[in-house]
């Protein structure tokens, strides 16, 4: 008597498990669905993972941080809130919010070149807009940079030397004027520069925008522009902010 095939071949339950057998014993991939998704990602927000660690005065000496560059955030918050209704308001007198701050470049030859804050606006008094009705005049935001270094001229070269340097000098400025708001974005910003009438030594630079900014001004250095793009000259309106960088000509000293 032979067995039948069914006696000659054991079932998949006999010898070797099936499929779902195979599924068991395996790694299963998770499928996530996206409420589940979403509830994981307010708990990593909720357990402050997203954010970066809050420090201590106490890490301030661990991580080198400088005690100048730490921010108490109630003075800041206060800060912020004077310097938000000065703008609202129309306010002529420009608050110190600011800290200076300084970069100093040494060139290959040794020239020093350093760049502070220049923030001090000079205040026009008031000006007579005619589309005041319209639109509520407000002062555009800026970002400045003066430039300040040594100018080894002839003379400087023969009166002195790197232990005994020459006065510090104005060599140039950065304005970076924004018009965010700006109605006519088609008609660029103009600017003007006119000689003091009390020292013609300084000039008053003044920015026109159009509505719904006021005029802003600044007092500057009464010098020679270079005009040379390899210098560092730059004119232009993109993106609504108005730069314009120029360094002065230096000067030729002849006996």
């Not at 609202?88 to 350093?114: C, H, P, W, Y």
């Not at 008031?126 to 003379?155: C, M, S």
Request: hydrophobic fraction near 30%.
């Amino acid at each position: 008597d032979r067995p039948g095939p069914s006696a000659d071949r054991p079932g998949p339950s006999a010898d070797r498990p099936g499929p779902s057998a195979a599924t068991e014993e395996g790694t299963p991939d998770v499928l996530i669905d996206e409420e589940d998704l979403l509830q994981q990602a307010y708990e990593d927000y909720e357990a402050g993972k997203y954010s970066p660690r809050l420090l201590k005065p106490s890490d301030t000496e661990v991580f080198g941080l400088p005690e100048d560059q730490i921010v108490d955030p109630d003075e800041d918050f206060t800060q912020r809130q004077n310097e938000k209704q000065r703008i609202l308001s129309g306010a002529k007198v420009v608050s110190d919010f600011s800290k200076i701050q300084m970069t100093r470049n040494v060139g290959e030859d040794g020239k020093v070149e350093e760049e502070y804050n220049f923030n001090a606006e000079f205040a026009l008094g008031d000006q007579n807009l005619i589309w005041k009705a319209k639109y509520k005049p407000r002062k555009p935001r800026f970002f400045n940079r003066v430039h300040t270094g040594f100018e080894w001229n002839k003379y400087n070269q023969t009166h002195y030397d790197t232990d005994s340097p020459p006065p510090k000098i104005v060599q140039g400025y950065k304005f970076n004027i924004f018009f965010p708001d700006l109605i006519n974005k088609r008609q660029a910003p103009t600017y003007t520069l006119t000689p003091c009438d009390d020292n013609k030594e300084f000039a008053i630079l003044r920015f026109h925008a159009g509505p719904p900014y006021e005029d802003i001004a600044f007092k500057v250095v009464n010098r020679e522009w270079d005009y040379s793009w390899k210098h560092g000259f730059k004119s232009h309106f993109n993106n609504n902010i108005l730069q314009l960088w120029f360094r002065f000509k230096r000067n030729r000293y002849r006996r």
